[in-house]
């Protein structure tokens, strides 16, 4: 089967978040099953666009309005992904270091997605199944249908993945002239709420919609920011499949990035050894419990919580307790973080960006993972914490609730039920006890250590999904 996935983000190329991991991932385990997998992404300009080698497999140029851009399609010479790599080169466009954040972002993704789609109709054959991931890319099912120059692709099935239900990609429908001309009649299925709705439409028009975790399907029928009914409508042809991890990149036995590896045999001598590294980085005392947060510091994620919960935490443990954050996000939250480096000096720090040998370590030397998500759709972190021996601490909700069982009942984590400064403080204070009692906390890491969450099964759903939408066409 010729696959083709088609994302905004695909780590090591150009990430954000979860979704680059998927993308990266996912993939490279469904070629391992022998199938034929294109990824096809921005060209943003990259430490991996600027250090590795590329050739133009296509070039041509995409109307968008009375607007004309040149564009360029590369591919990776080397597979050295695991699967093919093309990059849709738009300078006027992509040729910025961030991925997303920009006034021209509707106009960037919409040339993005049409560029995609005149390449594929100009190859000699047309893909059996195409995985549409977030909004970024919600527009294509519509275009393949009603598009007339796409008229090959009307028989091709397609999904679309929905990493985060929250981000929809609205725009006016004073910019309908940049999709290619379709039939009018079919105007009203571009639009939800008064607007241009990128994610509505691809759920829409879609063969089937996955959401990364079943939890996370479930809430979408109930909160989705707006969307609730259209969720509810599709219901039928939507599955929930809970998202893997590339083992062999997270995998604390052969991480590049440690300093030490070890392995369930003997994690605690070689977590010991990691965190010894990283509290000697951060100036913080390696015999105390390590509590960290590891991501984007956004309402979201709890992040605004992390401020006032850490103070407290870190005054009811006075000085037995250390906690460091990575992460960026809002100016205000990293501010208040930052505010705390004064008043707990020698017991917490912060390393405000994104580093990712910096994440690795923090996953391998960490004793306990903060995750006060309000809404996680599946959540990579507390399964990297749990392969590198780090117990997650983690709200109920979204693919949290489905990866993460409190200790309390035989479990892997620690579990909280609400996204509130009490619920963190009274779940790192169970944490503190835990910690204390050697032998069941050695207990609880080492189960965490021996779940497989790796692709193998969720790549093979996401086949078992295309062959029933081809099989419907």
Known sequence: MEIFHISAECYPVAKVGGLADV??????????AAHELRVVMPCYETKFRNENDFECVHWGTVKLGNFNFPFSVLKETTDKLGFELYLMEIPELFDRKDVYGYEDDIERFVAFQIATLDWIIGRASMPDVINCHDHHTGLIPFM???CHKYHKLLNTPSMITIHNGLYQGQFNFDKLHYLPEFDLSHVKILEWSHCINSL????????????????????????????????NLVRYKSKGILNGIDTQV??????????KNYSIQNFEKGKQENKEILCGLFNLDPTKPLFSFIGRLWDEKGGDLLPQASALALSENYKNINILILGSGSGYIENQLNSLLVDYKGNYNTFIGYNEELAHLI????DFLLMPSRVEPCGLNQMYSLRYGTIPIVRRTGGLQDTVIDFGDDGNGICHNQASVGDICYSIQRAVNLYNDKEHLNKIIKLGMSIDHSWEKASQEYIDMYNLIRNKI
Do not use: H, R
């Open 144 to 146: 393949m249908q009603y």
């Open 363 to 366: 996953y391998a030397g960490a």
């Open 23 to 32: 993308v990266g991932a996912l993939p490279k385990y469904q070629s391992k």
């Open 250 to 259: 997270w995998d604390p036995a052969k991480d590049k990035m440690l300093e």
């Open 200 to 231: 509505a439409v691809g759920v829409k028009c879609a063969s089937a919609v996955t959401t990364v975790s079943p939890s996370y399907l479930d809430e979408i029928n109930q909160s989705a920011n707006g969307l609730e009914s259209l969720f």
